[in-house]
């Protein structure tokens, strides 16, 4: 069993066992019938944790806390009327309020809006404080361990189920980034797919194949769906796996351009843009780059190499070339 299983089984079994004990106590008792109905949430709980989340943490502990929060207000909400001149008034109140917050950091976490679990941990925990400073200050004042045991049973109860939340909620697992920075991350996702490495080129003996647009041998042949054929140029740089795919749709007797990214042993093609219009800054024995011109004002800069010309780097290339520009324009004497 895995780490993650274990802890949501001992959560949902301890709410399933006191809740139905405390059912059964409380029916032999005087009957309150928030009390009842609390318990019985409890137990309830414990049965839906068991049956549907006991594999998945971070639902499991959502509704863990929805429901012990619930719980939590069902049960002390009745000292708020009947016990307003004691301690439970003050005691009740705590509990209303930390099981509203539980419900409200439940829901968040489960719908998945809310990440940061400091907050709701905080409140746990100071409720765990209080929770034992009764029973402790009981035993203090000479109590009997065993009636301190019975007489504050519900409370040690719940302190157990807190101290395990508070334990799973600290758990690396239950780390998940907030709504912004997932935002975040996965626009860099997006960004990445949609920008290639600044370091990418391709070797200038590849070059008249990203120009051609006249079948060949080197073309690949698609049977069904958009594309007619592709030929694919392999991209050069800090990313294997890159190619530049020059493609023929059916229909269109544009050439289209992208780029297919290997992982995962899958291939995955972004940003397929329509060529309109092709520029070199040279021809095909000199030029530093390729500009593909698409529509609404984009275009793919593709930068060209020798192999003699790779340690260089980009930069290096176009000193090369503005220099030999400059050089063909001076006039000669």
């Known amino acids: 069993m895995k780490k993650t299983e274990m802890w949501i089984t001992i959560l949902a079994a301890i709410m399933l066992i006191t809740g139905v004990y405390f059912v059964i106590r409380c029916l032999q008792d005087t009957i309150v019938l928030l009390e009842v109905v609390g318990f019985a949430v409890q137990a309830l709980g414990g049965v839906i944790l068991l ?9 499991g502990v959502a509704v863990a806390l929805m429901v012990v929060g619930v719980s939590n207000i069902l049960v002390y ?3 708020l009327y009947t016990d307003v001149e004691t301690g439970s008034f003050i005691f009740a109140i705590l509990y209303v309020v930390a099981g509203a917050v539980m419900i409200y950091y439940g829901m968040s976490l ?4 809310k990440s940061g679990s400091m907050k709701c941990i905080v409140c746990i925990a100071a409720l765990i404080l209080i929770e034992i400073i009764f029973p402790l200050l009981q035993l203090h004042r000479g109590m009997p361990f065993f009636d301190v045991l019975y007489e504050y049973s519900d409370i040690l109860i719940y302190m157990l189920l807190h101290v395990i939340l508070v334990i799973i909620l600290t758990r690396n697992e239950m780390k998940i980034p907030s709504f912004q920075k997932r935002i975040v991350k996965d626009s860099d996702v997006i960004f990445d797919q949609m920008v290639t490495d600044p370091d990418t080129y391709i070797m200038r003996s590849d070059l008249p194949k990203l120009l051609s647009t006249e079948d060949g041998p080197e073309w690949v042949h698609i049977e069904g769906g958009p594309v007619e054929r592709e030929l694919a140029v392999p991209l050069q ?3 294997p796996g890159e190619e530049l795919l020059l493609q023929k749709w059916n229909g269109d007797e544009r050439m ?4 297919r ?9 972004v940003l397929t843009m329509p060529i309109e219009q092709t520029v070199m800054d040279g021809d095909e024995g000199t030029a530093s780059k390729v500009r593909f011109y698409g529509a609404d004002g984009m275009f793919a800069d593709v930068v060209i190499m020798n192999p003699e010309d790779i340690n260089k780097g980009y930069i290096g290339i176009l000193k090369d070339f503005s220099k030999k520009k400059k050089t063909e324009e001076e006039p000669s004497e």
């Open 51 to 59: 049956k549907w989340f006991r594999s998945k943490l971070v639902k």
């Open 77 to 79: 909400f009745q000292y």
């Open 110 to 113: 489960f719908i998945g809006i």
């Open 237 to 239: 740089g800090n990313r």
């Open 256 to 259: 289209h351009l992208c780029v």
């Open 261 to 269: 990214t290997k992982g995962l042993g899958t291939y995955r093609i």
